[in-house]
């Protein structure tokens, strides 16, 4: 996959639409629009890197920077008991988009994690009604 046929990177470009809650100069996060739960949140450097192979380490330690300042939004904003964090490498690793991203999945009590076929496609108002909450914790952090 190339920077010019990569999802993530027409994201960035705002080229296609996604609910953003965080970006600055290197990352971005928005929400996964098919989550497991409300809040479930992708981070991704702007630049295009396929993995965790091609990133370089101070790209890398920005990414989990921002995936930390994002899960603590998140878990304040939708009451989680906990947060997932995930990044797959690979297609046996379950990698669907070929743009490194981080998951921060917010979790409760006795939750499974279900298959990536068994969740379902978000209306955009309500993945924007959520984007709001975990915004203003983000700066009220």
């Not at 629009?33 to 890398?60: A, F, Q, S, W």
């Not at 917010?106 to 076929?117: I, K, T, V």
């Amino acid at each position: 996959m190339t920077a010019q046929s990569c999802q993530f990177c027409k994201l960035v470009k705002k080229e296609d639409d996604a609910s953003i809650v965080f970006e600055d100069e290197r990352t971005m996060a928005f929400l996964d629009i098919r989550p497991v739960n409300d809040g479930h949140t992708l981070v991704i450097p702007k630049m295009h890197y396929e993995n965790i192979y091609e990133i370089p380490d101070d790209e890398i330690a920005h990414v989990y920077r921002t995936v930390k300042k994002v899960a603590s939004a998140i878990k304040q904003s939708v009451k989680a008991e906990g947060i997932s964090i995930t990044q797959h490498n690979g297609r046996a690793a379950l990698q669907r988009v070929f743009h490194l991203h981080v998951h921060v999945i917010p979790r409760y009590e006795g939750q499974r994690l279900p298959r990536p076929e068994e969740l379902s496609e978000a209306k955009r108002e309500e993945l924007e009604e959520i984007a709001e909450k975990i915004r203003v914790n983000l700066v009220n952090s």
